[in-house]
T-cell receptor, first 109, second 115 residues
Framework: AQRVTQPEKLLSVFKGAPVELKCNYSYSGSPELFWYVQYSRQRLQLLLRHISRESIKGFTADLNKGETSFHLKKPFAQEEDSAMYYCAPLIQGAQKLVFGQGTRLTINP | EPEVTQTPSHQVTQMGQEVILRCVPISNHLYFYWYRQILGQKVEFLVSFYNNEISEKSEIFDDQFSVERPDGSNFTLKIRSTKLEDSAMYFC?????????????FGPGTRLTVL
């Protein structure tokens, strides 16, 4: 069965500290992986996707096929990074996103 | 920048009543989706829609649910006879390409409360 695990429901770090949000997936085939972010009272929006290999707002994510992980990282957290973050593989063919439970990231000043 | 819109933002209904949630996808997008999020739980896929028909649906999307594209701009989700457990945030999304993975753009959601 396709499953996404984000082991941390809550993550709190200080401004300027590195942050890593973990994501592990269980999926047969080659998924396309996405990170979506939801800022307070805003819609879900794309943060980054694996295939584009872009760095958005200083965040990067590396796909590790051996560990089936797609952890999200940022070297220096900013207060505006406080938000809910969702890891979501795309099930190709079905074109459906399978969301993790999300990690609420809080950046303390 | 074009965005997906949804109406209403909040819908309150009595159990057993029919509700229609409305979405206007981004205009050049071809694929449409509904997801829902029960309070405190994951965002769950309900259905995807392409070329005027359902392309994929989850086990949640039973006979009480239906989707329609009644005109060139709207995409609707109908729940025929609402249950208490249908209370959730419902998100519409759309994507541009048909072939291969593509970014899904989400609407702000409709909060459905079934009393």
């Amino acid at each position: 069965a396709q499953r996404v695990t984000q082991p941390e429901k809550l993550l709190s770090v200080f401004k300027g500290a590195p942050v890593e949000l973990k994501c592990n997936y269980s999926y047969s085939g080659s998924p396309e992986l996405f990170w979506y972010v939801q800022y307070s009272r805003q819609r879900l929006q794309l943060l980054l996707r694996h295939i584009s290999r872009e760095s958005i707002k200083g965040f990067t994510a590396d796909l590790n096929k051996g560990e089936t992980s797609f952890h999200l990282k940022k070297p220096f957290a900013q207060e505006e990074d406080s938000a809910m973050y969702y890891c979501a593989p795309l099930i190709q063919g079905a074109q459906k996103l399978v969301f993790g439970q999300g990690t609420r990231l809080t950046i303390n000043p | 920048e074009p965005e997906v819109t949804q109406t209403p933002s909040h819908q309150v209904t009595q159990m057993g009543q029919e509700v229609i949630l409305r979405c206007v996808p981004i205009s050049n997008h071809l694929y449409f989706y509904w997801y829902r999020q029960i309070l405190g739980q994951k965002v769950e896929f309900l259905v995807s829609f392409y070329n005027n028909e359902i392309s994929e649906k989850s086990e949640i999307f039973d006979d009480q649910f239906s989707v329609e594209r009644p005109d060139g701009s709207n995409f609707t989700l109908k729940i025929r006879s609402t249950k208490l457990e249908d209370s959730a945030m419902y998100f519409c999304a759309s994507s541009e390409l048909v072939l291969g993975p593509d970014t899904q753009y989400f609407g702000p959601g409709t909060r459905l409360t079934v009393l």
